[in-house]
């Protein structure tokens, strides 16, 4: 089998999340040129804005990167089409079934990974002719699904033939190695990138990132069928008594919208969705995308290394040394 390295044509296996209003040309050709695959997130803008975010990102960077589609968009059909057309290196998708779409990115010579949050979802992607899928646990900041990473991604593993990525409460070179562990090729992280120097979105969303701790990481929406994690603000403590209070799911939909651009674009993080997973509360410093890189693959080796305090006397214990 191809590693994602070979088949994405990158130097580290470590892909940035397509983050809604966040994941501009900006960060994204900041991590491919690091070695990773940046990825610009359509969210919910029209094909013109997405066209030329490809194009601006081209201007920066010669190395492949990616968009994100997200599935529920109202432009879907046309910034599906404006992929095909820019000719990306991949396409992921989230918060659906990206099946009706597959022929069209995969006779553009698109490599085509899809988000799923189970090992159906993951055996159907499959099928339609997926080139690997991302197995995202609900640690993981936005949408989210029912399962935690731990016990998504080696389900995946074993239920597919194509790659694994693994996305969800990874922060650091740990996380990367213990998703190797559980059978993973790679992994997508976005919450680390969302400080990143090159993220262009509102320094009060850096800092509320930066200031969190291991619990701000809150679920709302659970009552409506689309859970979103975000972290603990005045919106999501009126958004859990509205849904505690019984409103329809319609209400509280409507009480949402908008709330993502309102954090992301003009920085209200009290009234706005902050958007971040569950390491939030370990991320404790703004690097550039290369310099995050390059501390997680250093931090990757030392752990697979054994150099991380305790690990050698413990594997040696295991090992009945
Ligand atoms: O998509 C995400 N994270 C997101 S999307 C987003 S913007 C948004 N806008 C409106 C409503 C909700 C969110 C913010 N964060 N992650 C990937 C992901 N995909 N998580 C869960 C899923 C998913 C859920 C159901 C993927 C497929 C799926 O399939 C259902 C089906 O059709 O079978």
Redesign the pocket.
Known sequence: MKTICDLLGISYPIIQGGM?WVATHSIAAAVSEAGGLGIIAA??APSDWLRAEIRACKALTNKPFGVNI?L?SPYVDEVAQVVAEEGVSMVTT????PGKYMELWKSAGIKVIP???SVA?AKRMEKCGADAVIA?GGE??????ELSTMALVPQVVDAVDIPVIAAGGIGDGRGIAAAFMLGAQGVQMGTRFLVAKECDIPDSYKQRVLKASDIDAVVTGRSTG?P?RSLRNQLTREFAQLEKSGATPEELDKFGTGA?RRAAVEGDVMRGSV?AGQISGMITKEQTAKEMVEELILELNQVLADKIEGLETMVSQIKNE
């Open positions: 809604a969210g919910h997200m529920l989230g918060a659906g079934n988000v799923v949050p979802l995202e993981s900041g936005g949408h989210i699904g689309h979103v993502l958007l």
